[in-house]
């Protein structure tokens, strides 16, 4: 997929719709979820390398009855192991994830952590040339800080759609929402109901009661009515995995919107000790 059929597909589509987070849908049981979900009408499922599933993302896109050209695949590369910090290393790992994807061509592939800053400059180029080459389609980055984004144009020469980090009503990421917005990327929202903390928000389950939904739901609408936001809600349930997407359907008003803002505690839930953020 080129970036302008991804922006038309995923981002500017009329309406903006939840991605699947796949983190712990491993085995058969997680490819007949993905599966599902896809029949259900997701159109845009994010995996990883480190999430050790993107076999079943697999085989879940081969049973499912849909038309594959209208999903889009994330998956993401990251090198933590110091022998392991080459460009040969990344290429390899992104071989193994076409293997497992059973993709000729990834729609969209993150650089998963930028860890210290030395290994964006390491991971960025080799995925410039895996873009040239026709491997990959669209490039990502995820969990970059503004201080590693604003290194991207110096180190290649294309454009990188979207930053995928945390983002949900209890860390709400008004800073590096506005920088990628100026830059013309967007926000893929990682963790968007807060792993289930978005339950014991009061003000979240007062909207919710109003609006005859869940706070869950509450925090996705919340997020897709941000510009250039792309929540992706994980579930292992299929009632949660539907209810998520028919978030779409709720319309928060202005008064909803403020009481949310109110309400930022900027409490990370993903904050490995080696990361400077
Ligand atoms: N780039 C990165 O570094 C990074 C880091 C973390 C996550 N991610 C991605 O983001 C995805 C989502 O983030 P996440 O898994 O951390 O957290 P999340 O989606 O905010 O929360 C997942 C938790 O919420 C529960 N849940 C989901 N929908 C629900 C609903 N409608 N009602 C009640 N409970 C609900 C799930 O339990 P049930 O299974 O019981 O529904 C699960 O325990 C991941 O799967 C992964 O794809 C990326």
């Given at each position: 997929?080129?970036?302008?059929?991804?922006?038309?597909?995923?981002?500017?589509?009329?309406?903006?719709?939840?991605?699947?987070?796949?983190?712990?849908?491993?085995?058969?049981?997680?490819?007949?979820?993905?599966?599902?979900?896809?029949?259900?009408?997701?159109?845009?499922?994010?995996?990883?390398?480190?999430?050790?599933?993107?076999?079943?993302?697999?085989?879940?896109?081969?049973a499912a009855a849909v038309d594959r050209e209208?999903?889009?695949?994330?998956?993401?590369?990251?090198?933590?192991?110091?022998?392991?910090?080459?460009?040969?290393?990344?290429?390899?790992?992104?071989?193994?994830?076409?293997?497992?994807?059973?993709?000729?061509?990834?729609?969209?592939?993150?650089?998963?952590?930028?860890?210290?800053?030395?290994?964006?400059?390491?991971?960025?180029?080799?995925?410039?040339?895996?873009?040239?080459?026709?491997?990959?389609?669209?490039?990502?980055?995820?969990?970059?800080?503004?201080?590693?984004?604003?290194r991207i144009d110096d180190l290649i020469g294309?454009?990188?759609?979207?930053?995928?980090?945390?983002?949900?009503?209890?860390?709400?990421?008004?800073?590096?929402?506005?920088?990628?917005?100026?830059?013309?990327?967007?926000?893929?929202?990682?963790?968007?109901?807060?792993?289930?903390?978005?339950?014991?928000?009061?003000?979240?389950?007062?909207?919710?009661?109003?609006?005859?939904?869940?706070?869950?739901?509450?925090?996705?609408?919340?997020?897709?009515?941000?510009?250039?936001?792309?929540?992706?809600?994980?579930?292992?349930?299929?009632?949660?995995?539907?209810?998520?997407?028919?978030?779409?359907?709720?319309?928060?008003?202005?008064?909803?919107?403020?009481?949310?803002?109110?309400?930022?505690?900027?409490?990370?839930?993903?904050?490995?000790?080696w990361m400077q953020w």
């Amino acid at each position: 997929m080129a970036i302008t059929e991804l922006d038309e597909h995923l981002f500017e589509a009329e309406q903006f719709s939840p991605g699947l987070g796949t983190y712990t849908l491993t085995d058969d049981e997680g490819t007949a979820i993905i599966r599902d979900a896809l029949e259900a009408g997701y159109c845009h499922v994010d995996t990883a390398r480190l999430y050790g599933n993107e076999a079943e993302v697999g085989d879940a896109l081969e049973a499912a009855a849909v038309d594959r050209e209208n999903v889009l695949v994330a998956t993401k590369v990251a090198h933590f192991e110091e022998p392991e910090k080459t460009p040969e290393y990344v290429r390899t790992a992104v071989e193994e994830s076409h293997e497992r994807l059973g993709t000729e061509t990834l729609d969209l592939l993150y650089h998963h952590w930028p860890r210290d800053g030395s290994d964006v400059e390491t991971v960025l180029p080799v995925l410039e040339e895996l873009v040239e080459e026709g491997s990959v389609a669209n490039v990502a980055v995820s969990n970059y800080p503004i201080r590693y984004l604003e290194r991207i144009d110096d180190l290649i020469g294309l454009s990188v759609i979207a930053n995928q980090v945390e983002m949900h009503p209890l860390l709400q990421q008004e800073e590096l929402h506005e920088y990628v917005r100026e830059h013309g990327m967007y926000l893929v929202a990682y963790s968007p109901i807060a792993q289930g903390e978005v339950f014991d928000v009061p003000e979240l389950v007062e909207i919710a009661e109003k609006h005859d939904t869940t706070p869950a739901a509450v925090s996705i609408a919340w997020l897709l009515g941000k510009e250039g936001v792309v929540p992706i809600p994980r579930s292992s349930s299929r009632e949660h995995i539907e209810a998520n997407l028919a978030a779409r359907d709720v319309e928060l008003d202005t008064e909803d919107v403020k009481r949310i803002e109110s309400i930022d505690r900027e409490k990370r839930l993903e904050d490995p000790d080696w990361m400077q953020w």
